[in-house]
Structure formats: C-alpha cells, structure tokens
C-alpha cells in the first residue's frame, strides 16, 4: 500500500523572526543581528515511513506500544525490550532513552509520558512529549520518523504531539556569530489518522505555534533591539495580509488628546516614546461583542526613579511578556480563521529614570479621569494597563476584558513559577480560564479580591493612590480592576512569574515562554458571555 502523505512539507517559513534591518539601535544605529533566527524542522504527516534517521516512540510504561505505518521486526523490538530493562526505562513523564543500532535506524529515542489520563489533560500529556522528543534531537542531524501509537486518540489529541515538538525546538540564536546550522530535514509522523492530523496542524496549530514563536521572540529581544516603536512594526510585519486584522496606533500626540496620563507619565524618562497599540480581528462579524486582552508592555523596566536593584536588571527586558501574549493571541485567532472576535491593546512605554522622569508623589490623570498619586514610580506596569482598558472598553464596548501583565513580585513569591496568579471578580469568567488551563498546560490559580483592598489605596490628596502596605499581588489586581466599568467581566492575569523559565520544561526551553498564548486562544473560542 502507498503510504497517504498530508500536509506535505508544511512551512515553517512564517515561524522565523522578522528580519531586523529596519530596527536601529538607539545611540548606535547598528543592529546587533540583521539575520532571523535559525528554522525550525518543517513538519509531514503520513501513514507509513521507512527505517531512516531518528524514530521517536512514546511510551506510557515498559511495553512497547503497537505501531501504525512503522515496522519494527521481531529481533529489533526484542533489542529494544532488553535495552529498556537495562536501563531501567519506566515511561515516566519525564524519561527518555536514546537507543543505536537497531534496526536500520540512526537512533530509536523512546519518550516517556507517564500513565496518560483520559480526560482534557490528555492533550497536555502527547503535547508534553512532542516537545521532550525536540529538546532530546535538538542535535540530531537526519530525519525524524515520530511513530504515533495505534489507539491513543482522535487527530485531536494526538496532533498535540506536533504542536509540543513545535514549542520544543523554538531556538533563539540570531545573535550567535559562529552559531551551528540546525537540522532541516524534516519530522514525519505517520498515524492511521495522518490526513486529520496534518489538517488540524494546518487549521489551527501552526498558527498557535506561530504565535507563541511570536510572543517569545519580542520578549527574548534585547530592549535596544524591542523598544516600543519597534514592538510595533515588529507586530505589523506578522500581521500583515492577515484577513480580518486591523491595527491602529497612538502616538504621544494622540493620547495626549485622550488625556492618558498614566502611560504618558510612565514614558516621560525615556528618549523612546510610549505607544498605545490595538490589533483587533473579527472573525465572528460585526454584532458580536469583542473579547479584550489588555496587555502590560515595558520593554524596559528599570524601575524608573525607584530604580531597581542592578542584578538582574537586564531581565526586565521582558516586562513586555503581557503585550507580546496580547497580540501573539490575536495572530494565533486569526491565521487559524476562527470564528471570534478579538481585540488586544499593548500598552507600550519605556520606564527610565532621567532629568523628566516621573517622581514617586507626583499625581497623574488618567484617561478614565480618575487621578492618581504615584507612590513608586516601579510600579509602573498598572499605570498603562489603566489607559488601556479605559481606550478599549471606551471604543469596543466589549464582552470581557482580560488584563495580562508581569504585574507584581509577589506573584511570584506567592505562586513561583508553577501557576500563574489570576484574579477577578466574575466567576463565570474566572471558571472558564480555569477549565481551559489544564488541556493548553497554562495553569492557573486564583488568588482573592477584598473589598478591604481599597483602603490600601486611598489618597489623602487624589482619588487613590496606586499602591500600598497589604498584599502586593491582590492590591495591584485591585487597582487594575477599579479601572473596569462596572458590569463589565474582567479577570486579571498576572505572570510575573511565569513569563520567563529558568529551568524549562518539556515545550518551554530556557528563556521566554509566551505564556498565556494557548490558553487566550481557548478561551477566546469557548469561552460564552
């Protein structure tokens, strides 16, 4: 029988990063880098591969799993099952075991997944790895053959396979003169279901894993290469020519019209003036109601006045994390066609100390009319999330606003880096980004909302003060929220300590994770006002 091919030799091409030549350097004018990151593997689905390259088997225990379009014969899945007792091979969720010279393959790498569940978590489990077996070839010169096993799922589940190996080989490598070329040769997997899979990775999946290539290169950038007028012409060179999207900017001039206030004060050290961007798609028509992320985007947080502490500084390069979900979020809607509407605003200032910067007790007016006094200015992030939400829930009226931002450090100390901080007053909402964590493997926890927080945040001399002596993370949620018009659901998302790994996991290498692009895009599809 001849093997059905789907999705032959998909493109990566969309997953490189924009080149760089029209991004100057300020005080330079030189670009680091005008060469985009290395590609990753492109991708095919079939129903049989022959014995050549790498063949990637995963496995929930000791037993090797039956195989669709893949053949192995006696004496080789006998090599294979004394290896595995050698070695001690469990199928953990967190093993691998790379074996050579059996039967005509290069390597047979076996990946773990652990007992898989039968529930949403499923999706999270094949996703999960998909990205083990591309952190575990990352080397691997020759071609991938990723054997799915006969009975695990619908293309549904097991095209999350493709989508972990997607996130799992994200490489950020632009500025490495002497950097190795990565494989091209591309990965195969072969499944009875190879047609529904591949059109599932075209439909939908290529895009999310586009997005998320998106958000982590903005925030992987350096801030003199991603300051807020580059952050949006990088954003309109992914966009561009994608049906449905429209994107509109205000420079200072135009808000101050608007009387922003608050993210014009944040702005006021910088030689790089704030920008307020708004990417909105429909894909649902004109009458229904848009879903808002509102999204925080310092592209360089120095602490203002109240400077930061110099070690570690240069993290903060991602403290846009929150605006580069916003709009990765609206890239992944709109290239996968979904029926939705959507609106994401980057607020998008540069928060330097200088000769104009803004002062801990100055007062500011924010675009809502409410004044606020400034206790420190590096507690900046809230300040342009205030104009945000005041311009889209003014403009697009619409169904819900979700607020993103690398908010507070205790957030972190409260959750580390397990569980994103979430946050809000609607509890349909609230439930709705819950169910949607385990499946996309974006989990949250929800943390509490007290009237009493507004006491905190009083001011003697305007209508409050933006922060104060209780608990960091909840007060600053309290303030985002106060910006929220009443009768409008909001929820607030703070990924302080979530936007960035140190460690990495099984689709998240070390660095910037992009985290919220999965779990916007579900909810954006399921979630129902």
Sequence with gaps: ??????????????????PLAAQAVVGTAVPPSTVPNSDPRPFRFATQASAQGALVVPMSGTALPALSGVTLDEASRAAVTRAIGDAGFKGGKKETLALRGIGGWAQILLVGTGPLPQDEALRAALRDAGGRAAQALVSEKQPVVFAVPTGLGAAAQTAEFALGYALGQYRFDRYKSDRKAPPVDPVTFVSADAEAMGTLWRDRLAAQAEAVTLSRDLATEPANVI????????????????????IEVLDEPAMRKLGMGSILGVGQGSTRPPRMMVVSYKGAGAPAAPLAIVGKGITFDSGGISLKPGAGMGRMKTDMSGAATAVATVLS?????????????????????????QRPGDVVRTMSGKTVEIISTDAEGRMVLADGIEYVVDRYKPAAVITIATLTGAAVRALDDEYTALFGRHDDLIEAIDAVGTPTGEAVWRLPLHDSYADDLRSPIADLKHGGDGPGASIGAWFVGSFVKEGTPWAHLDIAGTAWTDRGDAVTPKGATAWGVRLLDELARSWKP
């Design 227 to 246: 300051y807020p007028e580059s952050f949006v012409e990088r954003t309109r060179t992914a966009l561009a020519g994608v049906p449905g999207v429209s």
């Design 333 to 357: 809607l709109a290239k996968a066609k979904a029926p939705v509407n959507v609106v994401a605003v980057a607020a998008l200032a540069e928060n330097m100390p200088g000769g104009n910067a």
């Design 1 to 18: 029988m001849r093997p059905v091919v789907a999705s032959l030799a998909l493109s990566f091409a969309a997953f490189a990063s924009a």
